[in-house]
């Protein structure tokens, strides 16, 4: 699944901004940089929007274009904001094969985003994912650290229901 910039506003606040110049500070004249300084960063506003990697690049003195491959190669990065409510579909094989991938275009059609994203208010995103580790429910799916298992699609409006 290819990650994609962020439509949403990117919001700064001056506590963010100040703790990110003081990791970024750390980090000057030190080898493999990038990847621990992205971590840090993602740690603080949750997501790597491209002001975050501006910052980063020019803080370390790498490209741009370094900082953005190592945000979009590793699985870990977003790209985009979480919601208050995230969404995780297991789409691995057992939940797969049980109908994972209903329960997860349930989800898109109700929500109105594609995996990966956040609906317009922040409450909800919603991302695919591979394992959750828990076969023996599947399909299975997580919103935040809430376990839902034996899923099917009309399974989706209670589960929404409860965060609304």
Known sequence: MQKRISKLP??????Q??????VLEGFKGTDDKVLTALQKAQEIYGYLPMEVQHRVARALNVPLEEVYSVSTFYSMFALEPKGKYHISVCLGTACYVKGSQQV??????????DPENATPDGKFSLTATRCI????????????DDVYGRLVPDDVDKILAKYE
């Open 133 to 144: 580790g828990a076969c023996g429910l599947a399909p299975v799916l997580t919103v935040n």
């Open 104 to 113: 997860l275009d349930r989800f898109v059609e109700k929500l109105g985003i």
């Open 17 to 22: 901004s100040a703790e990110l110049q003081k």
């Open 10 to 15: 990117f919001k700064d606040t001056p506590e």
